[in-house]
């Protein structure tokens, strides 16, 4: 564990200040946000993780940018069960509804051509 991310500020605020003033990279602050989900460890709240190693890649590919070209350079986000991930189930908490979408959400779109990085998917009250 990298202790000087032990308490990095998740905020956007927080994250742009690691990137631009601390030198983080997008690689560390993924690894970091993976290691909060297992300590936390409640499995109630995770619906689907994207890989590992696919997170680590997005974040590698973005090191390959700059933060002045994506305004939401590294920045992690969840989704809710009920907005598409391409690859990932869609359920919204009922098992018959499920399917695995191949295109994401265009607000999921959105949010990843703007340099954030999506986690995975989170529990939510039955098409809530």
């Not at 631009?20 to 690689?27: A, N, S």
């Amino acid at each position: 564990m990298n202790r000087s991310l032990e308490n990095l500020n998740l905020t956007l605020q927080g994250l742009r200040r690691a990137y631009r003033r601390d030198g983080v990279r997008p690689t560390a602050v993924i690894e970091e946000v993976l290691r909060r989900i297992a300590a936390y460890d409640d499995p109630a709240i995770w619906i689907h993780l994207v890989p590992r190693d696919a997170l680590l890649a997005r974040a590698a590919e973005l090191e390959t940018a700059t933060m002045a070209d994506l305004p939401l350079y590294g920045v992690p986000f969840a989704i809710k069960d009920n907005i598409d991930l391409a690859g990932a189930p869609t359920s919204a908490a009922c098992p018959a509804f499920a399917y695995t979408p191949t295109a994401s959400a265009p607000v999921v779109d959105r949010l990843i051509a703007a340099g954030a990085v999506a986690i995975g998917k989170t529990n939510l009250d039955q098409f809530a």
